[in-house]
């Protein structure tokens, strides 16, 4: 890590292990939320699939937070039944959706329909119940430097980064991938007032070297759009 030049303004948290890395994002998170119902009605959390957040979910979902005015979304889902080991809708309802956390408002980007595509409208009109914009983002990233589910190889990505677009999700269909996506676009995500960005492994570090190294080709490695000012480093082994 002490070889990675990270941007002005990129404050990193550095661990020895898994746990205490959680347990310090969970406990930033649960200070950002709570300032925030101090002075807002609601507030808003954005949250990754796979397993490196697994134990910051657990940390999180026992935080003393007025959890009922707490609005709970994923980042992106694989367009699979809630039942399904791949789903990340089951893997935030059986490890952040429990203890004082189960009062939150969940809004799940699977819907029915046969396709992510044929399913946007209905999926739009589920956010429009959302806190937006978002108050906490917490992303991964993919060793192709994907985050999200906006994949450098998925034929929808210019879409999915316009910034321009008025649309809050996009269907994603990456080569890579065994399943179709959804995921909520760039404008929406870079709009977070509170961004982390969780990561563990060696490997995620040579990943993030790359996306360094070339700033401007967010198209090649989109996680590259939200290496700025402002976003926290939260890494473990």
Not at 34 to 55: C, I, M, N, Q
Not at 141 to 147: L, N, R
Not at 176 to 189: D, G, K, M
Request: glycine share 6%; charged share 20%.
């Amino acid at each position: 890590m002490s070889d990675l030049t990270l941007p002005d303004g990129v404050i990193a948290h550095l661990g020895s292990s898994a746990e205490p890395v959680a347990q310090s994002l969970a406990d930033e998170v649960a200070n950002v939320l709570s300032e925030r119902l101090s002075s807002a009605p609601r507030a808003s959390l954005a949250v990754s699939g796979g397993s490196t957040p697994v134990p910051f979910f657990r940390a999180l979902s026992d935080k003393n937070l007025d959890w009922c005015r707490v609005d709970i979304v994923l980042v992106d889902e694989r367009w699979v039944d809630e039942n399904d080991p791949a789903s990340n809708t089951r893997l935030v309802k059986d490890n952040l959706l429990q203890g004082p956390c189960a009062q939150a408002r969940f809004f799940s980007l699977k819907q029915p329909g046969e396709s992510p595509a044929a399913a946007l409208s209905e999926v739009e009109k589920v956010l429009d119940g959302l806190w937006f914009p978002l108050d906490v983002l917490i992303l991964g990233m993919g060793t192709d430097g994907h985050t999200a589910s906006l994949f450098p190889d998925a034929p929808e990505l210019p879409e999915a980064l316009a910034l321009g677009g008025s649309a809050r999700v996009a269907a994603m269909t990456p080569i890579s991938q065994p399943q179709q996506r959804i995921t909520l676009t760039f404008p929406v995500l870079a709009a977070a007032g509170y961004t982390a960005l969780h990561l563990r492994g060696d490997d995620k570090l040579e990943t993030l070297a790359r996306a360094l190294a070339h700033p401007n080709q967010i198209e090649a490695m989109p996680v590259r759009g939200f290496l700025k000012p402002g976003l926290r480093l939260f890494w473990s082994p």
